[in-house]
């Protein structure tokens, strides 16, 4: 039990005794907050760089606990340089918070470039409890993003972990799971895992997430429009978040609580709760917050015909927007002036705020196809490390057939993860002569994106990268460990399909053909179809390249008849 410690204390007391002794505290603790002035003093005059850390380790931890999260990532941020001074288990905790906050705050590209310094020490810790915790998290950044194969790939090895240890999914796992159902439009098994984590909240007696899932409970039953179902989800949600402190999760209640208020013409109550979220954001600054309920103020006194008073919230919304850099936030405030010109006549200013609404808008498409082609780089990257470190492993325990089996993972395509068109090459003709000697069959698949040229030009040659990825990873998906897929070259695909029958490898490709001409690439970008032309030949051929040049006949014959089909 942690000694009850006075402010005389923390006064007088040496820093480096203090900060022993702080550590000891629960970042919540009441007397932790008589630290704060004294860290802050030791933070910045201390000359020994590790008690510096520390103190802004700690501070840090204080706001992050209290959800002042800007605070929190100021603090983080300042001692940045002086962390890796730390005991390793504060350095992953540093980290973590300092990722949560700004995946809170809505900064992903401030996470994202912390994502694979947070992956590599989750896997240098034997602690399960904080890999869970990072899976999860950026499990939650891929939802975000809405890279959902990646982000499913993230809570299954949090799901994984938390089996090994034969415990309970906990909340905040439950609680991510259901914003990624929630996200991809399936409201069924996004409530299905929101009350199951507010059942796992229970137990382990945490406020502040059953506070959280209420409130998207809340959220889930607004978009059914059942209003007075999410208008008592929201008062318990609030209810929860008081108990706990949590004044950052009450701005966002108290918000939708007023719009979902204003939906029903309740048009002083939602003026209530909107004031209330403003005077909790004031407590925890947030320009990107305060601009969302000024925007929605805004709306208000338009819709009770007080048109000078919309003008000024909407006004003084966008302001916030612009000084906190949300791009979404500041997306969202231009479309609310344009709209808002528009409805009182006023063409020429909502000309200006279309204009500057779709400017932003394309700037957001491409942050966020930047951010999303980071993560994909710092994933590759991971994964090479990890292999050129077991295969050096290997490479000392002689191990000399693991280690060909691993270096053979080098010879991967760069962008999709898919092999190479040499290592392809080296692999066909050992088949080729392997199946001609057993005398099995086997087939070669040669696909085409179709238009691929189109997409680059319309879309963008980052658009075409994640287009490339995609297919690349439908096709992994779809095929046996025993087949054989790589990049041929440009937007070319070719596989081999061993001991298979045309037959058989027809139905793969076309199966393989639906999955990618029914994916939502919408989700990528707003007017991008995707289709893929298929041609497969069987080893009916004297050689790899006849063989192969059968299927790119068979290919040249899917792009004649149409595209977006399979010729054998």
Known sequence: M?????????????????????????PTDACLADLAQRLKTIAETEQNS???????????KYYSAHYNYLEAINVFESGWQHCHLLAPDEQRSYLLLLCKSHFALGQFESLTGRSSDLLKLARETADPTYEIEVQSLLGSLHVVLGIFDTALQHFD?????????????????LFALGRFYYAKSDGKNSLYYYERGFLQALPEKDRQI????????????????????????????????????????????????????????????????????????????????????KGNLGELAQMTGDIKAAQQFLHESLELAIQSRDSRRLQERYEDLALFYESTGDLVNALKYHKLFHRQKLQLVES??????????????????????????????????????????????????????????????????KQLKKQQSFCVMLADI????????????????????????????????????????????????????????????ERIRIKIEGYPWQDLERDLNVTISIGIAENLYDSVQTMLSAADAKLYQAKRKGKNRVVS
Not at 221 to 246: F, V
Not at 456 to 473: C, P, Y
């Open 450 to 509: 179709d238009n691929f040229k189109k997409i680059n030009d319309t879309f963008s040659h980052t658009a075409g990268d994640e287009v490339l990825k995609i297919v690349a990873g439908i096709f992994m998906n779809s095929l046996r460990d025993s087949d054989i897929v790589a990049r041929y070259g440009g937007e070319e695909i070719v596989a081999l399909f061993p001991k298979t029958s045309l037959e058989n490898a027809v139905k793969v490709c």
């Open 368 to 433: 966020s196809a930047s951010v999303r082609s980071t993560l994909l780089q710092n994933k590759f990257e991971l994964e090479k490390l990890r292999q050129e470190q077991e295969i050096h492993r290997l490479k000392n325990l002689e191990l000399s057939t693991a280690v060909q089996e691993l270096e053979q993972l080098s010879n991967q395509d760069g962008l999709t993860g898919l092999f190479n068109r040499r290592f392809f090459d080296s692999q066909f003709q050992a088949m080729f002569d």
């Open 157 to 173: 090895r949090a799901v994984e972990l938390v089996n090994q240890a034969s415990s309970p999914l906990p909340a905040h796992l």
């Open 2 to 26: 942690v000694e009850p410690m006075t402010v005389g204390i923390f006064v007088d007391e040496p820093s480096e005794q203090l900060l022993e002794r702080a550590l000891a505290l629960e």
């Open 210 to 293: 059953e506070g959280v899932i209420l409130n998207n409970i809340g959220v889930y039953y607004s978009d059914l429009k059942d209003y007075a179902r999410a208008i008592d989800y929201y008062l318990q949600a609030m209810k929860a978040s008081r108990e706990c402190g949590d004044a950052w999760t009450l701005t966002l209640e108290c918000n939708n609580l007023g719009v979902d208020l204003l939906e029903r013409k309740r048009f002083a109550s939602a003026r209530r709760y909107f004031y209330l979220a403003l005077g909790y954001i004031a407590k925890l600054p947030s320009t990107s917050r305060e601009s969302l309920i």
């Open 50 to 60: 590790l008690l510096r850390a520390r103190a802004l380790f700690l501070l840090g």
